[in-house]
């Protein structure tokens, strides 16, 4: 195709993508040029509305779904961080609390059994490897 | 009823909107081509193409990026898209231009232009190369010959590309007057693409 016919061809997708923009430039002109396809308009808006509802719980709880599954990998990952924690002989609980700045949690931390030390770190470091992966 | 981020009203005026948009820009595909718009669709509907692509977005909201234009840009540049790419995949295709050939990337397009300015090569894939798009404007032309504001906007969108809201700037037109004599000049433009078409079909 020669640049003078490429040309003359643009010029008149131009001009057709022009007609289609102005049969949708207002919701008048898109009812009007709907009505005059045949198209009953109010049947569908109200059953496009429906669908789009449907459409966005969908997406809704299989976005949900994912951060769970997502929330549950990271748990693992967050519980065998915490559980090699421990198992460190040098493990300070002291300065670990110092460290991810724990201070409010850990304000009875004598009344704490281990399990509960451990439960608490599993949340804490659940929440700072899921903001993490949110932040990359 | 609140859908997502939009309200009804705002969904109601995109639903309405989006499909004018799609039914007046699927009309193009059988001209010049003798073929029939239902074989473009698949069997399916125009409606169907709109809400699946109201779909995606639903699913993948963080694809739309404000900057590029508006929510109903997007979705009209991601149905003009995707009916090029279904015809693509069509054993019989022969004459749309592969215009994913340069473009397989889906996602990752960082080209600098706005969905509406993207919009382009896709409708350009729309129509055949070997015709003659010259005698076309010629045709159109005398056909709105005396009828001023026809004639000012088939010029100022033909030979100068100008928008709707220029072309009214330009020619001093009410909106009006714009849509009445756009009116017209669609009319005589698918005078043209029947008159093209027949033409064809004879040589």
């Known amino acids: ?136 | 009823m609140n859908t997502g981020t939009l309200t009804d009203e705002e969904w109601e005026d995109i639903v309405v909107r989006l499909t004018a948009f799609t039914r007046s820009w699927v009309r193009g595909k059988p001209w010049f081509r003798g073929e029939k718009t239902s074989t473009f669709l698949m069997g399916k509907e125009v409606e169907d193409y709109v809400f699946a692509a109201i779909g995606k977005y639903l699913e993948h909201p963080e694809k739309f990026d404000p900057n590029q234009g508006g929510l109903l840009e997007y979705l009209k540049y991601n149905l003009v898209r995707s009916f090029i790419a279904n015809d693509l995949r069509k054993k019989e295709n022969k004459q749309t231009d592969d215009i994913f050939a340069e473009d397989n990337d889906d996602e990752d397009e960082e080209s600098a232009s706005s969905y509406s300015e993207r919009m382009l090569p896709y409708t350009d894939a729309l129509f055949p190369d070997d015709i003659d798009y010259n005698s076309i404007k010629e045709y159109i032309e005398k056909e709105v010959q005396g009828d001023a504001d026809a004639e000012n906007i088939f010029l100022g969108i033909y030979s100068y590309a100008m928008k709707r809201r220029e072309v009214i700037e330009e020619f001093t037109m009410t909106a009006v007057a714009y849509n009445n004599a756009m009116r017209r000049l669609t009319t005589v433009i698918n005078r043209a693409a029947a008159h093209f078409n027949k033409n064809k079909q004879t040589v």
């Open chain 1, 1 to 136: 195709m020669s640049n003078k016919a490429n040309q003359s061809k643009s010029d008149f997708v131009n001009l057709f993508l022009s007609t289609a923009e102005n049969d949708s430039s207002s919701k008048e002109a898109a009812k009007e040029f709907l009505a005059s396809e045949g198209v009953n308009t109010d049947k569908l808006v109200s059953e496009g509305l429906k669908k789009i509802k449907k459409m966005q719980m969908l997406a809704d709880a299989s976005r949900t779904e994912q951060e769970m599954k997502i929330a549950e990998s990271v748990k693992g990952e967050a519980t065998a961080w915490v559980d090699n924690l421990l198992a460190n002989i040098n493990f300070s609980l002291t300065e670990l609390v110092q460290k991810e700045e724990l201070s409010m949690s850990f304000r009875n931390v004598e009344n704490l059994s281990k399990d509960d030390i451990r439960n608490i770190l599993i949340r804490h470091f659940t929440l700072k490897f899921m903001n993490k992966q949110h932040n990359r």
